[in-house]
């Protein structure tokens, strides 16, 4: 079963920056779409942005420009550059994958991503 690992989660300032990593446990050439996805408390689990093979990429409508979402093949690794951070974008951040049969990996821990002042 492939696995991810998710890092870069933390405290951060409104107006502030982070950047989360996701690593798989296998070559993600494997793989349609990755992407983010984020769950606030209380609300359910949402995508954030998604890039495909061929690098397209889809952001949701909250992130306004805001987000930027990248992969390296080499690395086995894509990643979710985040900006102007908002305490609304407070959520455990997670990473997931699509195969080629639109089958999701399992999820993993994600990341806490807190945006206060």
């Known amino acids: 079963q492939v696995q991810f690992v998710e890092s870069g989660g933390g405290l951060v300032q409104p107006g502030g920056s982070l950047r989360l990593s996701c690593v798989a446990s296998?070559?993600?050439?494997?793989?349609?779409?990755v992407g983010w996805y984020r769950q606030a408390p209380g609300l359910v689990r949402e995508v954030v942005a998604t890039?495909?093979?061929?690098?397209?990429?889809v952001y949701a409508h909250f992130v306004k420009g805001r987000f930027t979402i990248s992969r390296d093949n080499a690395k086995n690794a894509w990643y979710l550059q985040m900006n102007n951070l908002n305490p609304d974008d407070t959520a455990v951040y997670y990473c997931?994958?699509?195969?080629?049969?639109?089958?999701?990996?399992?999820w993993g821990q994600g990341t806490q991503v807190t945006v206060s002042s």
């Open positions: 997931n994958a699509l195969d080629f049969k639109f089958r999701f990996g399992n």
């Open positions: 296998i070559d993600i050439v494997s793989f349609s779409t």
């Open positions: 890039v495909t093979y061929d690098n397209g990429t």
